[in-house]
Every structure is written in structure tokens, then in C-alpha cells.
């Protein structure tokens, strides 16, 4: 009887046993089943910001919860290369399941580490990704690597330039800084270039290394006599944007931006994407892939929700004539 006993309570804890690490599989299959997705931007600026908090509403929005049905872990270079490369190796190294990056930079860098295509890329708030080095050489299906999907967002240049000269037909000389190691901003000065030409404007330029050296290179422009000053998208120069205005002012002249994040002290106006939107749209196309859609089936689209806005009391300090009534 004993021996029986002993017998039963050996299968009793047998089956505990069995039931026990059965249920910590499931505990491990579901959490496994919860895809990891990283959320990388180059820097902690208005544009970028925005671009995330559209990315994480669309996931929301598609079913991926952070913490309930999928894992989500955020990462800013702070606009530092080393750390970019630092943050890209370490998101391969860990093997997400998807990374979503938001910049140019971060676009290229994690490209650069993710060459193997280890994890599902999805990028957004770039310039040209064409131009970007990364594989991508159109617009089709078939034109970019399997692993990497995304959509570009180039900034409305030529239309900018257009409303300027509106705004101010005696409009003649325009100066710009710009950085030449950045793509973004090399693509938007290539069409300031051919439409300052087409609309009888000199366009004159300043080039940068760092942010640190905006407001010296916008006072070599302003001093030559400048009437007004123009930033697209570079995002070197974005860093230093408030030496810009200060350029700006202390000429009397204004200046007007591919940002409409970006419209204070002499900024009369900015024209460019609703960045949140632009994040939403790389959020869903995030959750299609995530879905089960075919990245072959999925081209490389340019998406531009446009927004103007207007900074009217910029007005009060510029000594030429700038009419914005038009616009309003």
C-alpha cells in the first residue's frame, strides 16, 4: 500500500512537473510571438519627433501595442555619427524582428550595418532615397532590397522658392547654407539651383562642415547683400537653425524654410511636409510587412503631405516689402 502510494504521489509530481515547464513554454512561445521593433532617429528635433509619434499612433492603430503585443525600444543618435553606428550595429547585433528608422543618416546607417538584411528595415523622413547609397535605385517593386522598404518625403523646393518670388517679385539674391556631407540637402540644392535659374534669381551659397559654423557662414551671405535666406532639408544646418534667424534678423531680411516646424523671429514662412502624417504613413506600411505583405509587391513612394505656415509679425522686421496676403 505504501509502495503504492509513494508510486501515486512520483506521478503527481511527474505531472506537476510537465505542467509547470509546459506552461513556461507557452510563457516563452508567446513572448516570442511578439515582435521586437526598434525605433531609430538620427536626433530629438520638432520634424523627427513628429515623424515618431506618427509611426507609433499607425502601430497602435494596426494592433502592435508596445508591452501587450509587440516590444518596442526607441533609440537617438542625438545627431552623433558615432553613436549612430553604435545604436545601428547593436539593433542587428540583438536581431529585432524590424527596425523603423526616421532621417537620412539614420537611414543610411542602419543600412550600412544591416547589409545581410538580418532585420526587416522601414524608413521614413528622407529626402531622396534614391540618392541615398543604400540600394535603392527607383520607385518599382523590384528596386530595392527585399529587407528594406520605405517611403521618401522630398521637401517641396522648387514650390517654396515659387512663393517667395510671389511674395516679393523684386526678389533677386538668395543665399543658402548648406552641408556637403548631407544627401538630403545636396538633392534640394540641386533643384534651388535650376529654379532660382528659371526664375532670374542668383542663388549664392555657403557650405558647412558642422552646425557650429551656421551663423559665420550665414553672415558671409548676408553681408554680401542677400535678399532673403533659404534653409531646405540638411540636417546639419537644421541643428544650428536658430543662428540662421539670428543672421536673419540682425540683416533685416528674411529667411524661409523647407521646415514648417521651423517659423519664428525672421522666418516669414515654412513650407514642407505634416511630418505626423508622414510617420503614420511609414507606421502602416510597418504594420502591411508585419502583416504578412510581400515586400516585393511594395514600391518606394514619395509622400509629401504639404503645410504652409505663416509667420506674419517676421514682418515688422524686414526692410523690404513682403506681401503675404495671398498666402493667408
Known amino acids: ?61 494596426g494592433g502592435y501595442i508596445d508591452g501587450q503585443t509587440c516590444s518596442l525600444k526607441f533609440y537617438c543618435a542625438e545627431g552623433d555619427m558615432p553613436t549612430a553606428n ?7 547585433s540583438e536581431r529585432f524582428d524590424m527596425v523603423l528608422t526616421i532621417s537620412t543618416p539614420a537611414l543610411q546607417t542602419m543600412a550600412n550595418a544591416n547589409r545581410e538584411g538580418s532585420v526587416m528595415h522601414v524608413f521614413s523622413a528622407v529626402t531622396d532615397p534614391y540618392a541615398s547609397g543604400v540600394g535603392i535605385t527607383g520607385s518599382a517593386p523590384d528596386q530595392h532590397p527585399p529587407h528594406l522598404v520605405g517611403i521618401g518625403t522630398f521637401q517641396p523646393v522648387e514650390a517654396a522658392i515659387e512663393i517667395a518670388k510671389q511674395m516679393n517679385p523684386q526678389l533677386k539674391t538668395l543665399g543658402t547654407v548648406w552641408c556637403p556631407g548631407e544627401v538630403c540637402s545636396e538633392a534640394c540644392l540641386r533643384l534651388a539651383r535650376a529654379k532660382c535659374g528659371e526664375l532670374g534669381i542668383e542663388l549664392r551659397e555657403a557650405s558647412v562642415e558642422n552646425s557650429t559654423q551656421v551663423l559665420e557662414a550665414a553672415m558671409s551671405l548676408t553681408s554680401q547683400g542677400v535678399d532673403a535666406l533659404w534653409l531646405g532639408g540638411d540636417n546639419v ?53 508585419l ?8 514600391g518606394v513612394e514619395n509622400v509629401v503631405p504639404r503645410l504652409l505656415k505663416l509667420n506674419p509679425d517676421a514682418l515688422e522686421h524686414i526692410n523690404a516689402h513682403w506681401d503675404i496676403s495671398e498666402f493667408r
Request: zero cysteines; hydrophobic letters at 50%.
Open 1 to 61: 500500500m505504501k509502495a503504492l502510494l509513494r508510486a501515486l504521489v512520483a506521478l503527481s509530481l511527474a505531472a506537476l512537473t510537465l505542467l509547470l515547464l509546459d506552461l513556461n513554454n507557452r510563457k516563452t512561445d508567446a513572448a516570442a510571438s511578439k515582435p521586437r521593433i526598434a525605433v531609430f532617429k538620427m536626433a530629438s528635433r520638432e520634424l523627427l519627433d513628429e515623424t515618431e509619434r506618427g509611426i507609433i499612433d499607425a502601430l497602435r492603430n
Open 86 to 92: 553604435m545604436i545601428a550595429q547593436s539593433i542587428v
Open 237 to 289: 544646418v537644421e541643428v544650428g537653425f536658430d543662428q540662421l534667424v539670428a543672421a536673419a534678423s540682425r540683416a533685416e531680411i528674411p529667411l524661409f524654410t523647407n521646415n514648417p516646424g521651423k517659423v519664428y523671429g525672421n522666418t516669414l514662412f515654412g513650407l514642407g511636409a505634416e511630418y505626423y502624417r508622414v510617420g503614420q504613413t511609414a507606421g502602416g506600411l510597418a504594420v502591411d510587412v
Open 291 to 298: 502583416n504578412g505583405k510581400p515586400t516585393d509587391s511594395i
